[in-house]
């Protein structure tokens, strides 16, 4: 099974509604006509998920939506490009967004909280508050979800094109209280040696690219970044 990332950026500031109305009412539905295709999920870092992240990437601190689909193999992917390319063409793509890191990653691992009654398979379909990404090194996923507010976590890696290291993406659902779960993430991304709060150890923690929580996205409760946007 393959999980397709795409960390996005919105570059028209006052165009996050229009982006949400477009990805969520025709883009991501439109996928699903795609047999292989399982699950389809966006989610937002707004300003206070922003906030609360303990690293980020100088590239991927400009991306303010995560999506992700779990296909069932790669031979999903050849019809997953066609039908983009065809959305493309026939005027239905938003011209106000970048991907600073998109493709796919091969599922390497799933858990589920010892309290949560559903197997660890089905962890992405149940309800969350959001998720809890961290991005760069391997993250041990039975210890991530004994933390308190963590029902579940996937892990995914992807080889590099040159000599570094694998690249990891582990997302931690989240059914607790978002802002406190990620405090306490964050602490612990600290405490493990994840990510570091002193910049002159900004090195040692080099391989991480994002360690932050995100809100799911609902249907028409946009309004996230319009109070920062000049009227």
Known sequence: M???FSFTEVTDPSAHRAYNEWHQLDHMPEQFSLDGISFGQRWVCTPACAASRVAVSSTLKRCHYVTLYLMRDA???????ALGQRLYREGRFFAERRSHLSGPFEVEGRWVSPRIKVSAEVVP???AQGIYVVLGPAVDGATLVSRPGVAGAWAFARDNADDRPVRHITVAFVDGDLPAVAADLGQWCLASGLASDQESDQASAQELEWAGPLERVD???WDWFDRLTPQ
């Open 75 to 81: 031979e999903v992917l050849p019809g997953f490009t």
């Open 2 to 4: 393959l999980g397709f």
């Open 125 to 127: 379909f149940r309800p």
């Open 219 to 221: 249907a028409d409760c």
